[in-house]
């Protein structure tokens, strides 16, 4: 069964930035379309972005465009969010999914989703 596994949050300030990764382990090995969405406290989870198996094929949220880069390495299986001039607005869990995909910002569209990394923004 295919799992997936965040990393790269933490605690910074507001203006920093992050790298999100989100490995793909056990087996079969898929290529899937990917994305990552996001839950903060006493919010609902929304979609942060969305990447496609080839690359050709990139979503995000509008407070994402301008500040977020999603990415992957399929040889690695990895998926990347990087994160720039972080906001306290940004602070949620992370969590990257994975399916076949036809409605990037719909949640119920990915079959995998991994268990969140924590993601801290101060002022």
């Known amino acids: 069964q295919v799992r997936l596994v965040e990393s790269g949050g933490g605690l910074v300030q507001a203006g920093d930035s992050l790298r999100l990764s989100c490995t793909q382990s056990?087996?079969?090995?898929?290529?899937?379309?990917m994305g990552w969405f996001r839950q903060a406290p006493g919010k609902e989870r929304e979609f942060v972005a969305e990447?496609?198996?080839?690359?050709?094929?990139?979503e995000y949220a509008d407070f994402a465009r301008d500040r977020f880069t999603i990415s992957r390495d399929n040889d690695r299986k990895t998926l990347y969010l990087q994160m720039d001039t972080l906001k306290p607005e940004d602070t949620a869990v992370y969590y990257c999914?994975?399916?076949?995909?036809?409605?990037?910002?719909?949640?119920?569209?990915?079959?995998?989703w991994g268990q969140g990394t924590q993601v801290t923004v101060t002022p």
């Open positions: 999914a994975s399916g076949s995909v036809t409605s990037p910002s719909d949640s119920h569209a990915y079959g995998y």
């Open positions: 056990g087996r079969p090995s898929l290529d899937l379309d």
């Open positions: 990447i496609s198996e080839s690359s050709t094929r990139k």
